[in-house]
């Protein structure tokens, strides 16, 4: 028991070949011929749903109709125009709760046209032919853009102005662009360094201009930027991570869950990470579920993934659920944890979690007096981010639920400035969205700039 055996968080749980099929592609690619089958499904609706249901509003139809015809590029053109990072969310865009949610196949043969698949499928082969690169650049304008943050909604802004004949500049923390896509999404979903070849397929496109190790932090920098450039966006994401707030906290074993993933991410070697024996995931969104099946993959015994509310309340979708399920976490619904328990062989480290169990009063979530404890050598931390910077309120951004308020296109309270991505109030943090927030507030910058 975890409680009173010496903490087993240790790297080397598998063979070393065992690592390389476990954290496999976990959706192969269409074949040509299951590809055009999959086309031939779709009906080509006049005003699709299917293309209203996405962010970014991709003419779903054409391009199927395209792979259809066997005009691979054709259709990732077609992808690629209103969306920049098609293949990335092609990967990782809950299909389920939105395109194909609406798809009319599902009420004539219960099964939606497999549109994200489909759309991995041409970006892919765009992607692997000899001349990938399909845009190219308006004249220049002679105008210079800031965008802080190389996330989706950071190269999807800068991606846009370029084409438009602007010059760019991202600034941002990491070593390498990417923001999520890089560092925070699960290796199985994007594998072959997917996430780098498609940075540097946008930065293909010329007038692209990066700074790495560069944060945001003062009044004194916001300033120098806006003076500096004829424009700036904001897309820095949400760098901080919320607390359980409960004692045992501290104890070492229990991180932030996204740590955990960017670690793996950037892992050169998968048998160097240590993992637990027994591991606890609290949350229940998609980085928990990265978080418990990577966990999982990497050898850990037991991984259970703790939410205090019901399965329908869960931020992640149902298959990933049922992803965590096929890969061996057990989903315990309707828990709060109260403490992290120390392992009683070693009080440094944590031994378990102990959960009160909850239930829906009066509109309210409350206890019902029920404790349940599940050991565990690890605890990670999946109970959402939080934007979190003080220069924000102190720059006078109007903001809302600690996110930066603007209208429809990105314009925040500040002239000249527009926000975009996770760090925007009233998203709903999926990539495809902070892509659209990107697009759209480049294209009022534009608008802007040339008025």
Request: hydrophobic share 45%.
């Amino acid at each position: 028991m975890s409680l009173s055996l010496a903490p087993d968080i240790r790297p080397a749980r598998l063979e070393a070949a065992d690592y390389a099929q476990r954290f496999a592609d976990a959706t192969p690619r269409l074949t040509r011929a299951q590809a055009v089958l999959e086309a031939e499904r779709c009906l080509y609706c006049f005003d699709a749903p299917c293309a209203t249901a996405c962010p970014t509003h991709i003419d779903v139809p054409s391009f199927i109709k395209r792979i259809g015809d066997s005009n691979l590029r054709g259709a990732a053109r077609a992808i690629l125009e209103a969306n920049p990072l098609g293949g990335m969310c092609a990967r990782v865009c809950p299909t389920e709760n939105l395109c194909e949610a609406v798809c009319v196949r599902n009420t004539q043969e219960g099964k939606p046209v497999a549109i994200g698949r489909l759309q991995r499928h041409a970006v892919d082969a765009l992607m692997d032919s000899a001349q990938p690169q399909i845009f190219g650049r308006a004249p220049s304008t002679g105008k210079k853009i800031a965008v802080v943050g190389a996330g989706p909604a950071g190269l999807a802004c800068a991606h846009t102005l370029a084409k438009l004949g602007h010059n760019v500049v991202i600034f941002d923390a990491k070593p390498k662009a990417g923001g999520l896509n890089e560092y925070g999404l699960a290796s199985y979903k994007t594998p072959d360094n997917f996430a780098q070849a498609e940075v540097q397929w946008l930065l293909g496109i010329g007038g692209i201009e990066f700074h790495h190790g560069w944060k945001l932090q003062t009044v004194v920098q916001l300033n120098a930027l806006r003076q500096d450039f004829d424009a700036l966006f904001l897309g820095m994401g949400l760098p901080n991570t919320h607390q359980l707030g409960v004692p045992g906290e501290g104890l070492y074993g229990v991180q932030d869950a996204v740590d955990f993933i960017a670690t793996l991410r950037q892992a050169e070697d998968l048998s160097t990470l240590p993992v637990g024996r027994q591991v606890v995931v609290i949350g229940g969104g998609m980085t928990a579920v990265d978080a418990a099946v990577q966990a999982k993959l990497l050898g850990a015994q037991e991984v259970h993934m703790v939410y205090r509310r019901g399965p329908q309340a869960m931020s992640a979708s149902k298959a990933e659920q049922e992803w965590a399920q096929i890969n061996g976490v057990v989903i315990h619904h309707w828990l709060s944890p109260v403490e992290v328990m120390p392992n009683t062989f070693d009080p440094k480290y944590a031994g378990g979690v102990r959960f009160a169990r909850q239930k829906m009063a009066g509109g309210k979530l409350v206890a019902t007096g029920e404790v349940l404890v599940i050991e565990a050598d690890m605890v990670l931390k999946a109970i959402g981010q939080t934007l979190g910077n003080a220069l924000l309120a102190k720059a006078d951004f109007d903001l809302q639920d600690g996110r930066i308020a603007t209208d429809a296109n990105g314009q925040t309270s500040q002239r000249g400035v527009w926000a975009g991505g996770d760090c925007r109030a009233g998203g709903l943090d999926l990539t495809v969205q902070a892509v659209q927030h990107g697009k759209l507030s480049a294209q009022a910058i534009h608008a802007q700039l040339s008025a």
